[in-house]
């Protein structure tokens, strides 16, 4: 949970607000400003046009008929005008500030570094753009509403000062008695704030992993455990809320009672003028339709402060992922042409804060148009060294080079561009079959897609679905078989032409039927380009140009298929183990 910052801090969140989102809408500003004092003038007036009708009313005047109603029904409409168009402005403002925010949260977290964003669950990241965004939705509104409740109590005030100023003087009295208790309610709040927001995160984070292994919980009978944990998230979510809700509850008491006493005080007041004949029946209406008037709109200033440091709270978590800067940045340099030479030298990695290393010392080339595979037991480091090639972590010893350059010494962009990845699980949006395909390469032609999905066996289901290449494929490819997903992904890989393909385990979770069409299209995306192989079914591999075996995060033999089985090492031992399976 993010730290409290001290009130200089609180002054810099808001002059950051303000510079880099707020100020930007100056028209809109402007509008709900013209709007605000048009509200706050016409409520004003309230009080002075009963007390001139009761005053009217107690002379016997005519004019009571003719003239008060047509001057309320006026001031009435131009109120309801001021007041739409005062929310309608207000709003648009404070949404267009939130969706800015929200745009820059999503850059900054698309752009942090990979074991930053792996480390919270994704429905975590999501409650900073609900939770957190409603938070400061809430406080922005209510902060630009104030003052709209601030012109209208002053033009109240300044009704009642004219109407008699000796009254006047008691609330001026009782109000800020409010100041203390609304001060400290608010710092309680903001802390309860934050410990809420964590709630939200964790309970969204819960809910997503459960809804995500229902197949795992059904088949395991685990619905009870579930439900049960669960259960726990929900009653820290309520203790939070309740937190919140107990603290903000003793606001209105508050004011209320301070409300009570004001109205009390004023009217044994003004009752004593009227009754000595020092007041008219006018001035007590007026002056008491005033003070009532003014009780929402100091309510509204007296809770402003509660909502204000739920905000803050929002600003702050928000605030510190866009400031958080990413340790993983390109070099000066772009990459250079090359047709595709990858090195590891003595590469070492360890994740932050394990002490065993995930790889130590790992050193293989793979020439232009070669095949490597990466084989080995599960935990040996495979696919840990696939993710170092385009830089989603960077070595803690050694260097990797592409075309003889360090990959740390140019920018992210042209590394990335040169590479294509296809894992087990093929990654497939909710979007398109034709969108799917085009974000290899974003820019091509619809010939090019079909072109790449031809490529990859993929042509003839697409073609076969309801709208074709238009077809949208549903969260996750849901639509889709496995085999059709991961031939989506091929097409993915040859439209973006690159000089690496990274393949993990991208055949292992496919029948035979599948596997044998897909290794086809693997063939053909294969052809001139280096490719990176990590497999456990050493069948898939045995026609590699060079195989590297990994134990501990050591490579610890290399060749090809028949000098390692001649060699009767580890690579031979898995070699008859998977061939005995087999049998």
Request: proline fraction near 4%; hydrophobic fraction near 50%; glycine fraction near 8%.
């Amino acid at each position: 949970m993010a730290a409290l910052p001290p009130p200089e801090t609180t002054k810099a969140l808001l002059a950051r607000l303000w510079r880099h989102y707020v100020r930007h809408h100056r028209a809109g500003i402007a509008l709900a400003l013209v709007c605000t004092a048009a509200l706050a003038g016409f409520t004003a007036l309230y009080p002075l046009v009963i007390q001139q009708a009761f005053d009217l009313f107690t002379a016997g005047d005519n004019r009571i008929v003719w003239l008060v109603p047509p001057a309320i029904i006026a001031i009435t409409a131009a109120k309801s005008l001021a007041q739409y168009g005062q929310a309608v402005a207000v709003q648009a403002v404070v949404l267009r500030v939130i969706e800015s925010l929200q745009n820059d949260l999503f850059r900054a977290l698309t752009r942090s570094d990979f074991a930053v964003l792996t480390a919270e669950a994704p429905a975590r990241h999501a409650a900073r753009f609900t939770a957190d965004a409603q938070a400061i939705r809430e406080a922005l509104t209510k902060a630009i509403n104030a003052l709209a409740d601030g012109l209208t109590v002053i033009g109240l005030v300044a009704a009642m000062v004219w109407l008699d100023w000796h009254m006047s003087l008691i609330l001026l009295l009782l109000y800020p008695l409010a100041v203390v208790p609304v001060t400290r309610l608010g710092k309680r709040i903001r802390r309860a704030s934050g410990g809420m927001q964590e709630r939200v995160g964790e309970t969204a984070a819960m809910l997503t992993e459960s809804f995500s292994a229902a197949r795992v919980v059904r088949s395991y009978g685990l619905e009870q455990q579930e439900e049960a944990r669960a259960g726990r998230a929900f009653a820290a979510l309520r203790d939070s809320l309740l937190a919140i809700i107990r603290t903000r509850s003793k606001l209105d008491p508050i004011l209320e009672a301070l409300g009570g006493i004001a109205v009390a005080g004023v009217l044994a007041f003004v009752g004593w003028k009227v009754s000595t004949g020092r007041g008219t029946v006018g001035e007590f209406t007026g002056f008491i339709s005033a003070l009532l008037l003014a009780t929402r709109p100091m309510r509204a200033l007296g809770s402003l402060n509660a909502a204000l440091q739920e905000g803050f709270g929002g600003l702050i978590r928000v605030f510190a992922v866009m400031d958080r800067h990413p340790t993983i940045t390109g070099g000066a340099g772009t990459l250079p042409e090359g047709p595709g030479r990858l090195a590891f030298e003595q590469v070492g990695f360890r994740y932050t804060g394990i002490d065993q290393a995930a790889l130590t010392g790992l050193s293989f080339a793979a020439e232009p148009g070669q095949t490597v595979a990466l084989v080995g037991p599960s935990g040996a480091g495979k696919s840990t060294a696939l993710t170092l090639l385009p830089r989603l972590y960077d070595p803690t010893e050694g260097r990797i080079t592409l075309d003889g350059v360090e990959i740390r010494d140019v920018t992210l962009e042209s590394l990335r561009a040169a590479i294509a990845y296809v894992g087990q699980d093929a990654v497939i949006f909710d979007d398109s079959a034709l969108a799917n395909i085009a974000c290899g390469h974003p820019g091509s032609s619809r010939a090019e897609v079909e072109a790449a999905a031809r490529a990859a066996a993929a042509h003839d289901f697409i073609a076969s679905l309801p709208q074709g290449y238009d077809t949208i494929l549903g969260p996750g490819g849901s639509r889709l078989s496995g085999g059709q997903r991961q031939r989506i992904a091929l097409a993915r890989a040859l439209l973006r032409n690159p000089r690496v393909l990274l393949l993990d385990e991208a055949t292992s979770a496919l029948d035979a039927e599948n596997e044998a069409a897909i290794g086809r299209a693997l063939e053909t995306l294969r052809e001139g380009r280096t490719t990176l192989v990590v497999a456990h079914r050493l069948a898939t591999v045995q026609e590699a140009d060079r195989i590297v075996v990994m134990q501990d995060g050591r490579a610890i033999e290399q060749g090809r298929h028949a000098e390692l089985v001649a060699a009767d090492g580890l690579y031979a031992r898995m070699v008859r183990t998977q061939a005995f399976a087999v049998e």
